[in-house]
C-alpha cells in the first residue's frame, strides 16, 4: 500500500514562493505517474487538476498554473515536489499529492493514493 506525506505549506505573501513535498512509500514512484491537486474548502466539491508527471519525467500542467508551477521528482528519495512562484491569493487551497494515475489524468478520480493534504495560504 502506497503511502504519501505533503508537507511544505504554509502562510506567504503574494509573489513569495513555496515549494511542496510529497514523500512516498510502501511503493516506488519512478514507474507512476504523479499529480497535484487543490481545493478551496467549502467552495468546490471536486479537486481541481494543479500538475501530474508521468513515468518518463514528461510533465503536463493546468493552464492556470503553466509557468508560475514546476512539479518534478527525486526518484532516489521517492518525492516528488511542487514549486510554486509568484504565487497569487488565489493559489490559496489545500494542496493534495496523488500517486497511481491512469486514464484521464486531469480527474481527481483516476488515481489511487492520496495524501492527506498541506494547506497553502497566500496573502495580500
Known amino acids: 500500500q502506497v503511502q504519501l506525506v505533503e508537507s511544505g505549506g504554509g502562510l506567504v505573501q503574494a509573489g513569495d514562493s513555496l515549494r511542496l513535498s510529497c514523500a512516498a512509500s510502501?511503493?516506488?514512484?519512478?514507474?507512476?505517474?504523479m499529480g497535484w491537486f487543490r481545493q478551496v474548502p467549502g467552495k468546490v466539491r471536486e479537486r481541481e487538476f494543479v500538475a501530474a508527471i508521468f513515468s518518463g519525467d514528461s510533465t503536463y500542467y493546468a493552464d492556470s498554473v503553466k509557468d508560475q508551477f514546476t512539479i518534478s521528482r527525486d526518484n532516489a528519495k521517492n518525492t516528488m515536489y511542487l514549486q510554486m512562484d509568484s504565487l497569487k491569493p488565489e493559489d490559496t487551497a489545500v494542496y493534495y499529492c496523488a500517486a497511481g494515475g491512469g486514464g484521464r489524468l486531469t480527474s481527481e478520480y483516476s488515481y489511487a493514493y492520496w495524501g492527506q493534504g498541506t494547506q497553502v495560504t497566500v496573502s495580500l
Open positions: 510502501g511503493g516506488t514512484i519512478s514507474m507512476s505517474t
